[in-house]
């Protein structure tokens, strides 16, 4: 087993992860699956895919909020 070389891995955002993450459980709660929709080229799997990354940013954006709102409430900004 190689080591991991931490200066070769591309940068990624902070919050990837999460995002995909929420993409992944919008779909299931939709019963859908990311792998099967990225395969897919018809129209509907797109809309699917989009609605899934808006939900995505929403979240993603609820989160930034509270963040913010509770570092206001403690002084941190």
């Known amino acids: 087993m190689r080591p991991i070389d931490i200066y070769s891995l591309p940068a990624e955002e902070p919050l990837a992860e999460l995002e995909r993450e929420l993409i992944r459980t919008y779909l299931a709660s939709a019963g859908q699956d990311l792998h099967t929709l990225l395969t897919r080229h018809d ?9 899934a990354s808006r939900y995505a940013s929403a979240k993603l954006s609820e989160l930034e909020s509270r963040l913010h709102y509770v570092r206001k409430l403690h002084g941190l900004e």
């Open 43 to 51: 129209a509907d799997a797109r809309k699917i895919l989009a609605d």
